[in-house]
Every structure is written in C-alpha cells, then in structure tokens.
Nanobody, 126 residues
Framework: QVQLVESGGGLVQAGGSLSLSCAAS??????????MGWFRQAPGKEREFVAA????????YYADFVKGRFTISRDNVKNTVYLQMNSLKPEDTAVYYC?????????????????WGQGAQVTVSS
C-alpha cells in the first residue's frame, strides 16, 4: 500500500507563489517504479492534470496552462515530490492532489494513477 500526504497550499494574492509537498511512503515497495503526478479540481469541474515526474529519471511533463509557471521536482532520499507554483492566477484556485502510478514514464490521465493523497487547498485572490 502506498500512502501520499500533501502539505502546503493556502491563500495567496494573484502573482504570488506557493509550494506543495507530497510525502510518499510504502510497505515493501520501491518508488523507482512509480510515476508521480499533481492534479487539481475546482468546484464543479473535473479533476485535471497539472504536472508529472518519474522517480527514476526525473522526466517531467506539464499541462500547457502551467508551463513556465509551475515546477515539479522530487527528492529521492526524502521520498517527497514538490510542486512550486509561481505567478499564480485566480483560475489556479482548486484542491490539488498528489498521485502515484506504476510506470517508468510520465502519466497524465486520472485513470492511470493508482494512489491519491487527500488534497490541499490552493486559493488565489484577485
């Protein structure tokens, strides 16, 4: 079983920055076989892909609407994935979820992920 715990987020003004962390733990598994992702879900909308990274090579992939503003990274020693969010916009307001999927390539679809965190609220005021 893989457990994911998000932290960070909060309230920020437009143009500001926030950082999210996702601490991963597992019993009897190595994270080198996993891809990690960040998704978000705004009220009344479907969950959408934000960014993804592979544990082994650190390959990354971003949704077009966050390219140049958000950065995903991982710390293999701490088993933690990060999402640094800069130049935030009000439309970035959502609950952000961390996810893990069994893959050595980046994944961008909700159904490709097997494990999910509890979510972290990000609110950007105008």
């Amino acid at each position: 079983q893989v457990q994911l715990v998000e932290s960070g987020g909060g309230l920020v003004q437009a143009g500001g920055s926030l950082s999210l962390s996702c601490a991963a733990s597992a019993s009897g598994r190595t994270f080198s076989i996993f891809a990690m992702g960040w998704f978000r879900q705004a009220p009344g909308k479907e969950r959408e892909f934000v960014a993804a990274i592979t544990w082994n090579r650190g390959s990354t992939y971003y949704a077009d609407f966050v390219k140049g503003r958000f950065t995903i990274s991982r710390d293999n020693v701490k088993n933690t994935v990060y999402l640094q969010m800069n130049s935030l916009k009000p439309e970035d307001t959502a609950v952000y979820y961390c996810a893990a999927g069994r893959s050595n390539v980046v994944l961008s679809r909700v159904r490709q992920y097997d494990y999910w965190g509890q979510g972290a609220q990000v609110t950007v005021s105008s």
